[in-house]
T-cell receptor
Framework: GENVEQHPSTLSVQEGDSAVIKCTYS??????FPWYKQELGKRPQLIIDIRSNVGEKKDQRIAVTLNKTAKHFSLHITETQPEDSAVYFC????????????FGIGTKLQVIP | NAGVTQTPKFQVLKTGQSMTLQCAQD?????MSWYRQDPGMGLRLIHYSVGAGITDQGEVPNGYNVSRSTTEDFPLRLLSAAPSQTSVYFCASSYSNSNFWATGSNYGYTFGSGTRLTVV
């Protein structure tokens, strides 16, 4: 089955700096790669996603890149703000009838004011 | 739209007791799943369903049962609770991606608010 590795497990940045979280996946059939943000005590929420036919996607201060050949994808947050502090999860899934979504272990991001 | 509704939010069980965690969605999502979240272990898939009447096991299915009699509901049953099942449980739903390339639908999950379960 699919295996998703995520690193780093914790990340501290100064407010205004950039943050990068990286994930690798094992199943070459995976083609959908969402990212979720989970604030303390709350549910995970989708913040951005990318499909395998796209190499990069951007939404304001966040962007995701995908390298299918190397089987890795990354989340980039620019101009970080204290409200970006949360746990971020990457995930990978295939398509077709029995889509299974496999999550990375999560990255705890702390933005220091 | 209520989204994904999970009940209860908190529950304490004694070892050996059984219970059902409820999950309902009103977005006409075909795909529903249950995850457990434990410190340092991320989100692990327990069971999932691609439509009414169809379920399958995830990564950690032992000790749990599911059924999907309607599109809207996907309850998770703990058969005989054990302390190892102490966790936070999330239900999630999404559109099926069987038309992945043909439509522009959002295939990301909508999560419920979670159930914090303690087994003593």
């Amino acid at each position: 089955g699919e295996n998703v590795e995520q690193h780093p497990s914790t990340l501290s940045v100064q407010e205004g700096d950039s943050a990068v979280i990286k994930c690798t996946y094992s199943d070459s059939a995976s083609n959908y790669f969402p990212w979720y943000k989970q604030e303390l005590g709350k549910r995970p929420q989708l913040i951005i996603d990318i499909r395998s036919n796209v190499g990069e996607k951007k939404d304001q201060r966040i962007a995701v890149t995908l390298n299918k050949t190397a089987k890795h994808f990354s989340l980039h947050i620019t101009e970080t703000q204290p409200e970006d502090s949360a746990v971020y999860f990457c995930a990978a899934s295939g398509w077709g009838g029995y889509q299974k979504v496999t999550f990375g272990i999560g990255t705890k991001l702390q933005v220091i004011p | 739209n209520a989204g994904v509704t999970q009940t209860p939010k908190f529950q304490v069980l004694k070892t050996g007791q059984s219970m059902t965690l409820q999950c309902a969605q009103d977005m006409n999502h075909e795909y529903m799943s249950w995850y457990r979240q434990d410190p340092g272990m991320g989100l692990r898939l327990i069971h999932y369903s691609v439509g009414a009447g169809i379920t399958d096991q995830g990564e950690v299915p032992n000790g749990y049962n599911v059924s999907r009699s309607t599109t809207e509901d996907f309850p998770l049953r703990l058969l005989s609770a054990a302390p190892s099942q102490t966790s936070v449980y999330f239900c999630a739903s999404s559109y099926s991606n069987s038309n992945f390339w043909a439509t522009g639908s959002n295939y990301g999950y909508t999560f419920g608010s979670g159930t914090r379960l303690t087994v003593v």
